[in-house]
T-cell receptor
Framework: KQEVTQIPAALSVPEGENLVLNCSFT??????LQWFRQDPGKGLTSLLL?????REQTSGRLNASLDKSSGRSTLYIAASQPGDSATYLC????????????FGEGTQLTVNP | DAMVIQNPRYQVTQFGKPVTLSCSQT?????MYWYQQKSSQAPKLLFH???????NEADTPDNFQSRRPNTSFCFLDIRSPGLGDAAMYLC??????????????FGDGTRLSIL
């Protein structure tokens, strides 16, 4: 059974810092990996999707990497801002058709002004 | 532009009283999903529809059912809600089932409380 772990569970940084969030998964037979952002009481916003054949994806200040063989992904946030404060979730797509997303429990990020 | 819309945002029901949550999408995606997310936990897939084909996760309680009358709408029915069913329920869509390159798009969720 796939297990997804995110470390750290919570992170507090001053504004302007670069930071890295970590995600690991136990079964490397995945179709893709997605990073999401969740604001309190809200749904999930997709940030980046990395296909299993890719190594990284970039969007603005965000960069996500994937090392499928070692079961690891990182989300790098450059020049953090208070508006980046949220919970960040990673999820791997698996199952016979890739339909199932298995999530980690997330990293709660606080960026202090 | 809202693409996955869940109604209501907040739902309160009584212990044992059936409740229905709704989800609609304007993306014309083939696949719709329902997830349950309890406080500070990871979202957990309950089931998904590929077009009209229903797929239940093995550990989804029998208390939970779903209907998809057309491409745009999907409903989550909880027949006899218990206190343990209090959670955020998230609806998501994807264009197709093939996992590669197919992001899932989520609604804002319905927070269900049980009295």
């Amino acid at each position: 059974k796939q297990e997804v772990t995110q470390i750290p569970a919570a992170l507090s940084v001053p504004e302007g810092e670069n930071l890295v969030l970590n995600c690991s998964f136990t079964d490397s037979a995945i179709y893709n990996l997605q990073w999401f952002r969740q604001d309190p009481g809200k749904g999930l916003t997709s940030l980046l999707l990395i296909q299993s054949s890719q190594r990284e994806q970039t969007s603005g200040r965000l960069n996500a990497s994937l090392d499928k063989s070692s079961g690891r992904s990182t989300l790098y946030i450059a020049a953090s801002q208070p508006g980046d404060s949220a919970t960040y979730l990673c999820a791997v797509s698996e199952g016979t058709s890739g339909s199932r997303l298995t999530f980690g429990e997330g990293t709660q990020l606080t960026v202090n002004p | 532009d809202a693409m996955v819309i869940q109604n209501p945002r907040y739902q309160v029901t009584q212990f044992g009283k059936p409740v229905t949550l709704s989800c609609s999408q304007t993306l014309n995606h083939n696949v719709m999903y329902w997830y349950q997310q309890k406080s500070s936990q990871a979202p957990k897939l309950l089931f998904h529809y590929y077009d009209k084909d229903f797929n239940n996760e093995a550990d989804t309680p029998d208390n939970f059912q779903s209907r998809r009358p057309n491409t745009s709408f999907c409903f989550l029915d909880i027949r006899s809600p218990g206190l343990g069913d209090a959670a955020m329920y998230l609806c998501a869509t994807s264009r197709d089932l093939k996992g590669t390159g197919q992001p899932q798009h989520f609604g804002d969720g319905t927070r269900l409380s049980i009295l």
